[in-house]
């Protein structure tokens, strides 16, 4: 199997204390792992760890290819429509993938491609944030809550997206708080705990 993704006693720091406790984990190609844990616990913390948006404190990360990250909140420019924004993340990325029309049509904005992103609802806006990992396409992939703001056929378009990744050699790695991917494979899963604080 292809390795995508490592952690060895991985941890991140804030004013000097760990945030969670110490992670080991590996995720190879079909692979996917959930993230579970209570809020404040350190799930967006870690996802953006591993993505190297933050490095660890102590411990390391390594990553055997470049990660997709889709974080909770939208990451595109309000005043730019949604084709624009799409096209923007291809040039920036190099991506390969399904032209901007295409996206939008996967993720269910078929339609929407000259409306400004700021004009979205908040479900509309995760669905674009989704038609981003289309247009730019990249084997790991690393969501901070994709089902936040869905409604349950969004939550199902979710579980195909994941689905689809994984049967072509691509990985997840994902955080959850209510709902669990609904997919064919097996979940990892990695129960986040908050360090405890020493006085």
């Known amino acids: 199997?292809?390795?995508?993704?490592?952690?060895?006693?991985?941890?991140?720091?804030?004013?000097?204390?760990?945030?969670?406790?110490?992670?080991?984990?590996?995720?190879?190609?079909?692979?996917?792992?959930?993230?579970?844990?209570?809020?404040?616990?350190?799930?967006?913390?870690?996802?953006r760890m591993l993505a190297g948006i933050l490095r660890p404190w102590q411990g390391k990360v390594i990553r055997h290819c470049q990660p997709a990250f889709l974080g909770h909140l939208p990451a595109f420019k309000g005043d730019l429509?949604?084709?624009?924004?799409?096209?923007?993340?291809?040039?920036?990325?190099?991506?390969?993938?399904?032209d901007e029309n295409r996206a939008?049509?996967?993720?269910?904005?078929?339609?929407?491609?000259?409306?400004?992103?700021?004009?979205?609802?908040?479900?509309?806006?995760?669905?674009?944030?989704?038609?981003?990992?289309?247009?730019?396409?990249?084997?790991?992939?690393?969501?901070?809550?994709?089902?936040?703001?869905?409604?349950?056929?969004g939550c199902e378009l979710v579980d195909r997206l994941l689905s689809d990744h994984l049967s072509e050699g691509g990985a997840v790695a994902l955080s959850a708080h209510q709902r669990k991917p609904v997919i064919d494979v097996d979940l990892v899963r990695l129960e986040l705990a908050a360090a405890e604080v020493v006085s």
Not at 81 to 98: V, Y
Not at 118 to 125: D, M, N, V, Y
Not at 128 to 144: I, K, S, T
């Open 81 to 98: 429509s949604c084709r624009e924004n799409l096209a923007f993340q291809r040039r920036f990325h190099g991506g390969t993938g399904l």
């Open 104 to 153: 939008l049509a996967r993720v269910g904005l078929a339609g929407l491609g000259l409306r400004p992103a700021r004009t979205l609802s908040a479900g509309q806006k995760r669905r674009l944030g989704l038609a981003g990992l289309l247009v730019a396409p990249r084997p790991l992939w690393l969501l901070d809550e994709p089902y936040a703001s869905l409604d349950d056929v």
């Open 1 to 47: 199997m292809t390795r995508m993704l490592e952690a060895h006693q991985a941890t991140f720091a804030r004013n000097g204390e760990a945030v969670f406790t110490a992670v080991d984990l590996a995720l190879d190609a079909g692979q996917a792992l959930i993230v579970l844990g209570p809020n404040g616990c350190g799930k967006t913390t870690l996802l």
